[in-house]
């Protein structure tokens, strides 16, 4: 009993495999059966005509079994002065396994996900950009007015420099600051 629990799956495997041929005897028995000509004709043209068309249409369910068809269908020649068309073979293999519409679904659905993601990116790309250009233009209108600045500054330093060296306009500054900066209790 125990073996039979331990090996569980190989019993299922040879059960399925002996259902399996089991089935396709049935089957191949019953074809054997409905192959046989059901009626005897007494005209060998008619018969003869019979065994040809149904051979055609065995032949064709066989095809459409397979997924595919070998031949082209065979056009009636037409006598003409024109040049006949040029026909082009495709031959259609079974190599392309059939898809399933789940995963057609499934693959459709990852794809309108890559389009969102890379709609997105192009988005940020764009915001990137325009903040590239802001940048670039403030960081040219600063460095124009700091060249600027820059001089006034020095300009400035240098006359307040030199306004300070006079005594009459060092006591000034000292006024001014009494009177314009915060009061002495605050300091």
Do not use: C
């Amino acid at each position: 009993m125990d073996w039979v629990l331990d090996h569980l799956q190989l019993i299922i495997a040879i059960a399925g495999s002996i259902a399996w041929w089991l089935s396709k005897n049935r089957k191949g028995a019953g074809e054997e059966e409905a192959s046989t000509p059901e009626a005897t004709f007494d005209d060998p043209e008619l018969a003869e005509r019979t065994r040809k068309i149904r051979e055609e249409i065995q032949r064709k369910i066989a095809e459409r079994g397979r997924g595919y068809a070998n031949e082209q269908p065979v056009r009636p020649q037409v006598e003409s002065d024109e040049p006949p068309p040029v026909i082009r073979e495709v031959v259609v293999t079974q190599g392309t396994p059939v898809r399933r519409a789940s995963t057609v679904h499934y693959e459709a659905q990852r794809q309108a996900e890559i389009l969102e993601e890379q709609a997105a990116l192009a988005e940020k790309l764009a915001e990137a950009q325009m903040m590239k250009t802001a940048a670039l233009k403030r960081a040219q209108y600063e460095a124009a007015t700091a060249d600027h600045a820059s001089d006034a500054r020095a300009l400035s330093r240098s006359t307040v420099l030199d306004d300070l060296r006079e005594p009459a306009a060092l006591r000034r500054a000292f006024i001014l600051r009494e009177v314009l900066g915060p009061p002495v209790a605050l300091r």
